[in-house]
């Protein structure tokens, strides 16, 4: 089958520069930190560049290997090396240093670029005089092979302008589309990205660098008013349900897309299927529009200038409905493959249906015509596979196993046990002993893509066989995942919330520090997931590959420096040092200890930096305070140590929001700003404390308070005296950075919470010129409204300007737990991103 439609040839840059002919003043390209270019400025940056790279010896047939992430600047390049007549090699610098040496060795580049070179301003700012073919070459993608080598693939201009044409109609993209720059760089996706953007005069988004899934990917459609967008199925399952009111195209591709995701996604939006090996110019056929309820989607018929066939062994066509090969041909084939006319001559044959001469490639993809007259994808008639939207070889992956000194023979499948979830299984069998799973992983990791990475690797005594001697695919055992048992606990705050990520992508109960991510089940689509949440949440910098090369929660931490290095003790104490703006400072409750702040960390974003104090003395060793102005003084000269100037970010629950107070009338009192004050739950003291019948807290109230801390349900407590063992071992059994604590430790908790106690009977608050958010805990009271109002009356007379209430459906002691704290955290958030708390903040 074929469109029928024909389009005049044009290059890949040709479409670019219709449109700084058109609308020279409109955005081409928007990245992170507001980097923003015109299409008239992008096309300055480019030309000059292309003069550049002209005078360095680059011309037609020549290749440019651009060794540069996803960003504004490989945008930039790629359109150079086009107009200076070459074609350019993307190489994903997150590849392994031996996957990077390799392909840049088989391609033979005129030139490597691994930044953008600083530029003569005598250079030209109109494009080089260069003849350029629509056959000349204009990208090289490397794929995967099975002799164990990537083989690239050389994509010519001529099937440009079909592509182009079917995809701006399908997908209704015009000037006014922002387009996500979602793929990486390396993928033939990328090339629809810019022909999408550049071919209907719409902006090319580029997203902060990282891998792109789940909250990361969400906030990213939404704070970047994303319209249009190629997003593979395995990503986009990771987006949690949300408004999207901007993003109305989304094309689904690169792997089989379930009939979940459409029922999910198609609502509301111009939903599209597209289909195509590297082998043809990035899509091959698209589908229509996707609706909810249609079932497993087509992936549809040819684009312009495509033909389509679907033919059985003998290369004659099938009927409707019956299984086939699908043979793609017409202008937006490939040339073959980058040196190695044997292997292009093996998959591109002769094309018996179309004009003499031409060839069609064989897609090793079974399937079928439908009675609308769509294609429907089946499977595969070999070993190779698609994940994550990247097509692999499976033999590829078995060579490089193969090598490694333990292993005497392998096999890796692609299992699907739950449905819609791919995951690579090696099944080995060891040349001696017993298999050391982490040395054959990183061994693999250090030469493939992450995505290439067995999630899971199963040792057995043999590879079951058939009768005919063949691998029995369906005698390997599912790799079911092994439970962590009760292993070390989190060594801190860090720590505990890296294992509560951990467990969220795992959708298991418990992670330990030195359980494996993939042994617990994880894979290539969930260590992309988990480094999206790491990145939101502790605003750490991490490749995917980070989770490959430190898999456990205690090599992970020690690689990101978040570890135990301290005793969790630290006066100041670093809960995510990471972050550009102004720092939200933390200040303990009663019992001293700011561990529990850490769940502040999922909502308040990675861009403000979290710390928190702590008292001293709960290392047994210091002196412990004696007023809440001795403390507050020592907390100023903290804070300022981080943050020498304001505007400051406060926050303290419940004994630590007087000490906030205070710290805020010493900052104000020395000319500094307070930009918020933040109460959870505090009122000030009164005379009526003084009364005869006021009584500190006992022993048992302290380390009530401490076991309330872990959530341990203080009912199953017995009466009387709590032994510090007894209290020790709950905590250790409770999966908390305070299962660190000795008993010396629960000892110097008791004394601080109850010296505290005693200082917050006896503080008086000075006036705070300056406003106050004050967070109300409702439960325990029948009247919340009474109790708010009181709370603002009793806080009235120490603060100057507005008081803002927020009630918090939460007791007093668990308004750090995790739900009142998304809560308590979202308000923050919204009051740290005000205008009014901006300057600097």
């Given at each position: 089958a074929s469109s029928g439609r024909v389009c005049e040839p044009v290059t890949l840059h040709?479409?670019?520069?219709?449109?700084?002919?058109?609308?020279?003043?409109?955005?081409?390209?928007?990245?992170?930190?507001?980097?923003?270019?015109?299409?008239?400025e992008l096309e300055?940056?480019?030309?000059?560049?292309?003069?550049?790279?002209?005078?360095?010896?680059?011309?037609?047939?020549?290749?440019?290997?651009?060794?540069?992430?996803?960003?504004?600047?490989?945008?930039?390049?790629?359109?150079?090396?086009?107009?200076?007549?070459?074609?350019?090699l993307p190489v994903d610098p997150e590849y392994p240093q031996d996957r990077i040496d390799y392909m840049l060795a088989d391609a033979s580049p005129v030139l490597v670029l691994r930044e953008l070179p600083a530029l003569d301003a005598e250079l030209p700012d109109v494009k080089p005089d260069v003849e350029i073919d629509v056959d000349g070459a204009a990208y090289v993608i490397y794929t995967s092979g099975s002799t164990g080598r990537p083989k690239g693939v050389v994509v010519s201009h001529r099937g440009i302008a079909g592509f182009a044409a079917g995809l701006v109609e399908r997908c209704e993209a015009g000037p006014e589309s922002r387009v996500l720059q979602f793929a990486s760089p390396s993928f033939d996706a990328s090339v629809l990205e810019l022909v999408m953007a550049f071919g209907s005069g719409g902006a090319l988004v580029v997203p902060p660098p990282g891998p792109l899934a789940g909250d990361v990917l969400a906030?990213?459609?939404?704070?970047?008013?994303?319209?249009?967008?190629?997003?593979?199925?395995?990503?986009?399952?990771?987006?949690?349900?949300?408004?999207?009111?901007?993003?109305?195209?989304?094309?689904?591709?690169?792997?089989?897309?379930?009939?979940?995701?459409?029922?999910?996604?198609?609502?509301?939006?111009?939903?599209?299927?597209?289909?195509?090996?590297?082998?043809?110019?990035?899509?091959?056929?698209?589908?229509?529009?996707?609706?909810?309820?249609?079932?497993?989607?087509?992936?549809g018929g040819p684009v312009p200038g495509t033909s389509t066939y679907v033919l059985d062994t003998s290369l004659r066509p099938v009927a409707p409905g019956v299984a086939g090969e699908l043979y793609v041909a017409g202008s937006g084939l490939a040339r073959g493959y980058l040196g190695r006319p044997g292997l292009t001559a093996e998959r591109f044959v002769a094309d018996p249906y179309g004009p003499a001469g031409s060839r069609m490639y064989r897609t090793g993809d079974v399937v079928r015509w439908s009675r609308k007259g769509e294609l429907e994808y089946l499977g595969r008639s070999d070993d190779q596979v698609k994940v994550r939207g990247f097509r692999i070889e499976l033999g590829e992956i078995e060579t490089v196993l193969a090598r490694h000194e333990s292993v005497a023979r392998v096999a890796v499948v692609v299992r699907e046990d739950r449905p819609g979830i791919k995951r690579l299984v090696a099944y080995v069998v060891p040349a001696t002993g017993a298999l050391d799973t982490t040395a054959v992983?990183?061994?693999?990791?250090?030469?493939?893509?992450?995505?290439?990475?067995?999630?899971?690797?199963?040792?057995?005594?043999?590879?079951?066989?058939?009768?005919?001697?063949?691998l029995d695919r369906k005698a390997l055992p599912a790799p079911g995942p092994e439970l962590p048992d009760a292993g070390r606990g989190p060594r801190s705050a860090q720590e505990e919330v890296l294992c509560g990520l951990f467990a969220d992508v795992l959708k298991v109960d418990r992670v330990g520090i030195d359980d494996s991510f993939f042994e617990l089940g994880g894979d290539s689509i969930t260590s992309i997931q988990l480094v999206s949440r790491i990145r939101s949440v502790l605003g750490v910098k991490?490749?995917?590959?980070?989770?490959?090369e430190t898999p456990t929660v205690a090599q992970l931490s020690d690689k990101l420096g978040t570890g135990a290095d301290g005793d969790g003790f630290e006066v100041l104490l670093p809960l995510r040092p990471g972050g550009d703006r102004a720092p939200l400072f933390c200040v303990h409750g009663a019992g001293g200890l700011s561990w529990p702040y850490a769940s502040l960390l999922k909502a308040v974003s990675a861009e403000y930096?979290?710390?928190?104090?702590?008292?001293?003395?709960?290392?047994?060793?210091?002196?412990?305070?004696?007023?809440?102005?001795?403390?507050?003084?020592?907390?100023?000269?903290?804070?300022?140590?981080?943050?020498?100037?304001?505007?400051?970010?406060?926050?303290?629950?419940?004994?630590?929001?007087?000490?906030?107070?205070?710290?805020?009338?010493?900052?104000?009192?020395?000319?500094?700003?307070?930009?918020?004050l933040a109460n959870l739950d505090q009122t000030p003291y009164d005379d009526s404390w003084e009364d005869d019948d006021y009584a500190l807290p006992t022993e048992r109230d302290v380390l009530e308070t401490l076991l309330d801390f872990v959530g341990y349900d203080l009912a199953e407590l017995p009466e009387g005296p709590l032994e510090h063992k007894r209290v020790m071992e709950i905590i250790r059994g409770r999966d908390s950075a305070l299962g660190s604590l000795e008993e010396e430790n629960i000892t110097a908790f008791m004394k601080v919470g109850i010296n505290n106690h005693e200082l917050s009977a006896r503080y008086r608050p000075r006036g705070f010129d300056g406003e106050l958010l004050l967070f109300v805990s409702t439960v325990g009271t029948d009247d919340p409204a009474g109790k708010t109002a009181d709370s603002v009356a009793a806080w009235r007379p120490h603060v100057t300007g507005d008081i803002t209430t927020h009630p918090v459906h939460a007791h007093h002691g668990h308004l750090l737990q995790p739900e009142p704290a998304a809560e308590i955290g979202r308000v923050l958030l919204e009051r740290l991103a005000a205008p009014h708390t901006a300057p600097g903040a």
């Open positions: 040709g479409l670019f520069e219709r449109w700084v002919e058109r609308t020279p003043d409109a955005v081409a390209v928007t990245g992170d930190e507001g980097v923003s270019l015109s299409f008239a300055v940056r480019a030309n000059r560049l292309a003069h550049w790279l002209r005078a360095e010896g680059v011309g037609p047939e020549g290749v440019v290997a651009l060794v540069l992430p996803r960003s504004v600047d490989i945008v930039v390049a790629q359109l150079a090396v086009l107009k200076a007549g070459a074609a350019y906030k990213v459609l939404v704070e970047r008013e994303v319209s249009h967008a190629l997003i593979p199925p395995a990503a986009l399952a990771s987006v949690p349900d949300g408004e999207f009111p901007l993003f109305r195209s989304l094309i689904v591709g690169g792997d089989a897309t379930s009939a979940e995701l459409v029922d999910r996604w198609a609502p509301g939006r111009l939903m599209v299927n597209a289909y195509g090996p590297t082998e043809s110019t990035v899509a091959a056929s698209m589908s229509g529009r996707l609706e909810a309820g249609m079932g497993v989607p087509p992936i992983r990183a061994h693999v990791a250090a030469a493939l893509p992450d995505y290439m990475v067995p999630s899971a690797f199963v040792s057995l005594d043999a590879l079951p066989l058939t009768v005919n001697g063949k991490l490749s995917n590959r980070g989770i490959f930096p979290l710390y928190g104090l702590q008292a001293r003395g709960l290392d047994a060793k210091e002196p412990i305070a004696t007023s809440v102005e001795e403390m507050a003084a020592d907390y100023v000269e903290q804070i300022r140590r981080i943050q020498p100037a304001g505007p400051y970010h406060l926050v303290g629950w419940s004994f630590g929001a007087l000490v906030a107070h205070e710290i805020a009338t010493l900052l104000t009192g020395a000319g500094e700003r307070v930009a918020l």
